[in-house]
């Protein structure tokens, strides 16, 4: 049984792997855009170029984890970091500032505390780390994600 890979040399064939990995980790990327699996592209790269030179497989290997760690550990932080803050504002923002009554009391050791804003129920975080009482009134600092994180305010 003859077919395209038997007739093709073994470093043209460890090269068309690692291209494959390459592949598979800019696919992953796109999918689930964590900023984890790009860096492997670049290992990827480095160990296809040293198979096509015919470098020993073992080799390959180790400069595929070599490099996608250093690309990792390196380029990873910095990238997160451009991409803090990019994120489009939202209507939320204008809520910064606005004094909310508690729904439930805010605690963080019990994992409590609940604030209206308009017609949505937030899970809220005392910034202090004070127990803010139920039917008190507090003011918002911060809104992430789904949390709510507010200031105690003083009557």
């Known amino acids: 049984m003859s077919g395209i890979f038997t007739e093709m040399p073994a470093n043209y064939l460890a090269a068309t792997i690692w291209i494959v990995v390459f592949a598979a980790a800019l696919i992953w990327e796109i999918v689930s855009l964590g900023l984890t699996s790009i860096w492997f592209c670049g290992g990827a790269v ?13 080799v390959q290997i180790v400069l595929f984890i070599v ?12 990238a997160k970091k451009k991409m803090i ?11 910064i500032g ?25 899970k809220a975080v005392s910034v202090s780390g004070k127990v803010l009482q139920k039917d008190s009134f507090a003011e918002i600092v911060n809104i992430e994600g789904t949390k709510v994180y507010l200031r105690e305010v003083i009557n």
């Open 67 to 78: 490099t996608s760690t250093i690309l990792l550990l390196l380029c990873r932080p910095i």
């Open 85 to 95: 803050g990019q994120g489009a504002p939202t209507n939320l923002d204008r809520n």
């Open 98 to 122: 606005r004094k909310v009554k508690v729904l439930e009391t805010v605690d963080a050791s019990e994992g409590t505390g609940l604030v209206k804003i308009g017609d949505v129920e937030w």
């Open 46 to 58: 480095v160990a296809a170029i040293v198979a096509y030179l015919g470098v020993n497989p073992y």
